[in-house]
């Protein structure tokens, strides 16, 4: 008999932890976390989501809902923008549970790298745009666990020749 069929994987001490690393190594949905954590304001519309990880849209919004469903992300939406459009209403950030989870996981020392890259990607007029568009904000506690200092490079000494 093995431990599925025991019922022990599911119940023993590291049953969340388990449940946990195949919830965030799944390739799109790690991409996505990827995605949102580089962002500049942690919220992205289907449309950059789609366009930042490759993915389609059918796959991003499946894997959304399975990270919305165990609760590490919330589908967040900007009032003024619905029904307009060339602007995005609907927004998909990180919860405060995601934000502990990610902080456990140590996913969260890895936001300058994904800024970093996020920045560095050239994107589409559209994608443009949705990248400027208004968005709601996110709760405090995800905003501020979200920050990091940009490097000061004007303050780096260049000179090599001390």
């Known amino acids: 008999?093995?431990?599925?069929?025991?019922?022990?994987?599911?119940?023993?001490?590291?049953a969340e932890q388990q449940r946990l690393f195949k919830l965030l190594s799944q390739d799109t949905r790690h991409l996505i976390i990827q995605e949102l954590l580089g962002h500049?304001?942690?919220?992205?519309s289907l449309a950059e989501l789609e366009y930042m990880t490759g993915k389609s849209q059918a796959a991003i919004k499946d894997q959304l809902e399975t990270l919305i469903d165990a609760g590490l992300l919330a589908r967040y939406t900007y009032e003024p923008s619905e029904g307009k459009r060339d602007l995005p209403a609907q927004f998909y950030g990180f919860t405060e549970r995601g934000i502990e989870i990610l902080h456990d996981y140590k996913y969260l020392r890895g936001v300058p790298v994904a800024r970093a890259l996020y920045e560095n990607t050239r994107k589409t007029e559209k994608i443009g745009r949705h990248e400027?568009?208004?968005r709601p904000a996110l709760p405090d506690a995800v905003a501020e666990a979200l920050e990091f200092d940009e490097p000061d490079l004007d303050a780096v000494d260049t000179d090599t020749t001390s």
């Open 1 to 14: 008999m093995s431990e599925t069929d025991t019922g022990t994987a599911e119940t023993g001490p590291f």
């Open 40 to 44: 500049p304001a942690h919220l992205m």
């Open 132 to 134: 400027s568009a208004p």
